[in-house]
């Protein structure tokens, strides 16, 4: 991906005055954001802010109480994950949600069928199988995984499995990608390898947009072109790294229950 560009292009997707209720709590209240062209998106908060049940309203998976999703100036309001995925959106999830049986090169094939599906698939019986292989072995190359192709999932380390669930929403060839804490339950070393990764990947990919829900600030700090911060369901603030970083009060209300990660601001 390039730099954030200018902030009046017009965004590729956003949420605009979105609410989710579940019977009577309201998880989200009146969310809006959006994600230009080229950038690189946080969303953050303490547990139980909202940050999942966001990224599923506007990936789909739920439909908003009330609000609106647009992206790429159409309203994408709960048309599902499917659907979302043809026309360019995909996501990682927060609990890597992989085959164990299956091997990386089983998997990412799987992934490419179901794009192919999608298509309408031009692909015929044995060409189609070229394709797929092809396919999987580029997108592995991409991620990092190529020498682990005939490796079984269950037999990955926790960070290549990460990296095999973001293979998969690659993919989709997706224009957006949405992630769920990307790196949770890796080692420090590995979350920077997995972000590293993802971006170069993201970049050879053609994707023009990332957003991910991160709990590790480092990480935020150093990836992220706008930080979206959720407090109780609402926007606490919408800014750039800088801003948010140089907000001591910003931080901790953020960080919440993990002050671990709380670090100097400077
Ligand atoms: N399907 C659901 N039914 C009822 N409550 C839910 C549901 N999903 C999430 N919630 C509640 O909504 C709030 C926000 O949850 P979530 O979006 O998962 O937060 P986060 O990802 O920021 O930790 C939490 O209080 C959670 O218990
Ligand atoms: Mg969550």
């Given amino acids: 991906m390039q730099a954030a560009p200018a902030a009046d292009a ?11 209720s579940f019977g009577a709590f309201k998880a989200l209240s009146d ?29 789909g998976l739920l439909r908003p109480t009330t609000g609106e999703v647009r992206f790429q100036g159409r309203d994408i309001a709960g048309v599902g994950p499917v659907e979302l995925a043809r026309r360019g ?32 698939n031009p692909f015929r019986s044995l060409r189609r199988d070229d ?22 999932a ?3 380390s926790q960070g290549e499995k990460k990296l095999l669930d973001i293979a998969s929403a690659f993919a989709l060839n997706p224009s957006v990608i949405l992630l ?15 972000m590293e990764v993802l971006v170069s990947a993201a970049k050879a990919a053609g994707v023009r947009g990332i957003v991910q829900v ?10 992220s072109h706008r930080i979206v911060a959720l407090q109780e369901g609402r926007v606490l603030a919408d800014m750039s790294p800088q801003a948010f970083f140089a907000d001591p009060a910003m931080i901790a209300a953020v960080v919440g229950t993990r002050p671990q990660t709380l670090r100097k601001p400077h």
């Fill in 10 to 20: 017009l965004p590729l997707f956003e949420a605009i005055n979105v609410s989710k």
């Fill in 31 to 59: 969310v809006s954001f959006h994600v230009n062209d080229g950038e690189f998106v946080s969303i953050v908060g303490p547990n139980g802010a909202g940050k999942t049940t966001l990224v599923n309203v506007v990936t």
């Fill in 89 to 120: 959106m995909s996501r990682a999830f927060q609990l890597v949600n992989i085959f164990p049986a299956l091997t990386v090169r089983e998997t990412l094939a799987v992934a490419v069928a179901s794009r192919l599906l999608r298509v309408g």
């Fill in 131 to 152: 394709v797929l292989q092809a396919d999987a072995e580029r997108i592995a190359e991409v991620l990092g995984l190529r020498a682990r192709l005939e490796t079984v």
């Fill in 154 to 156: 269950s037999a990955l």
């Fill in 180 to 194: 769920d804490e990307p790196t949770s339950g890796v080692s420090t070393g590995d979350k920077h390898t997995i």
């Fill in 214 to 223: 991160e709990h590790d600030m480092d990480l935020v700090e150093r990836y």
